[in-house]
């Protein structure tokens, strides 16, 4: 048997963990492999690999370093693009250390060959987050002469779209809508008030209203 100790950059209320982490093994066959979450460093070492998602802090690097030297595989499973030096530092690094790196896109899969050897990075789609099956479905635009903007992501990536939000700062000709993690009187919103900032809550269809 296969044992594999998880790990991941949020439990099921983070849409990326379900996504990644928690979908990607739902329906393993339990004879076959057995997935262990959150364990201690010295339990984990009884697996024979190790699957991080996001998660490249010193303390899961060091994990990852020992995994390989003592023989074992290490998958690394990325979604975000980093923005600070310290994080981009710190996935290179797991970048090298893994014996396999999996992520989302085909744009992301096409990135990181350029840093690793290409035949370690393999693409694993997300499936659309919108009931709790494993069914693919998809959604139709409804109007398709909707200009309005929606954006949806970790407050850390927002540096990546701020360019979009000084333009329509300046030119405010449609509904801008973004969607992440915010604090109370968050600077976000204090620099870019024509923009309409929706904190990310399990309970949040309930407490906000989104005007369409």
Not at 86 to 108: D, G, N, P, R
Not at 110 to 123: A, D, G, R, S
Not at 187 to 196: F, K, L
Request: with cysteine.
């Amino acid at each position: 048997m296969l044992k594999i100790a998880a790990y991941a950059n949020g439990g099921l209320e983070v849409a990326s963990s379900r996504l990644r982490s928690y979908y990607l093994f739902e329906e393993v066959n339990p004879k076959l492999i057995k997935v262990f979450r959150d364990l201690s460093f010295i339990r984990s070492l009884s697996c024979n690999c190790l699957h991080l998602h996001t998660l490249y802090t010193p303390t899961f690097v060091f994990r990852a370093a020992i995994f390989r030297i003592l023989g074992k595989k290490v998958f690394f499973d990325i979604v975000d693009q980093a923005v600070k030096t310290k994080h981009k530092i710190a996935i290179f690094a797991m970048l090298q250390i893994a014996t396999h790196v999996t992520v989302s896109t085909e744009l992301t899969k096409l990135f990181y060959e350029k840093q690793v050897i290409k035949k370690k990075v393999y693409l694993i789609e997300d499936i659309l987050d919108v009931a709790p099956s494993r069914k693919r479905k998809f959604l139709d635009r409804v109007n398709n002469s909707n200009k309005d903007i929606f954006y949806i992501g970790h407050k850390d990536t927002l540096p990546s779209i701020e360019a979009l939000l000084k333009l329509h700062s300046l030119k405010n000709t449609r509904t801008f809508t973004v969607i992440t993690n915010l604090r109370n009187k968050d600077e976000w919103e204090r620099r870019y008030p024509s923009v309409n900032f929706i904190d990310w809550e399990i309970d949040i269809l309930y407490r906000r209203d989104i005007s369409g």
